[in-house]
Nanobody, 121 residues
Framework: HVQLVESGGGSVQAGGSLRLSCAAS????????MGWFRQAPGKEREPVAA???????NYADSVKERFTISKDNAKNILYLHMNNLKPGDTAMYYC????????????????WGQGTQVTVS
């Protein structure tokens, strides 16, 4: 059973930084594409950043040059480093995983964490 547990959210002023973490367990870590989604109040969930199967990375246009996704394969932890945060980044952030990158990015990832709230004022 795949488990994804996020941490690191919080409240920050505009221009500040946060680092989100996602501890993954219950499956072979390297066999899955992993990434981050977010959902702002009154809006649909949207992909933020994710690793492709070839090791490359996709970023949403709105976070390019500000957010960086990384992972520690030895510890099975996924990170999202967020810099120069804006009020528009306020959302619940979710760690996601799927065996298919296309399904993860363009459809609906199979596995979701419980989410961690990021509030930028």
């Amino acid at each position: 059973h795949v488990q994804l547990v996020e941490s690191g959210g919080g409240s920050v002023q505009a221009g500040g930084s946060l680092r989100l973490s996602c501890a993954a367990s219950g499956y072979t870590y390297r066999r899955y594409c992993m990434g981050w989604f977010r959902q702002a109040p009154g809006k649909e969930r949207e992909p933020v950043a994710a690793f492709r199967a070839d090791g490359g990375i996709n970023y949403a246009d709105s976070v390019k040059e500000r957010f960086t996704i990384s992972k520690d394969n030895a510890k099975n932890i996924l990170y999202l480093h967020m810099n120069n945060l804006k009020p528009g980044d306020t959302a619940m952030y979710y760690c996601v995983a799927d065996s298919s990158f296309l399904k993860l990015w363009f459809q609906n990832p199979t596995y979701w964490g419980q989410g961690t709230q990021v509030t930028v004022s």
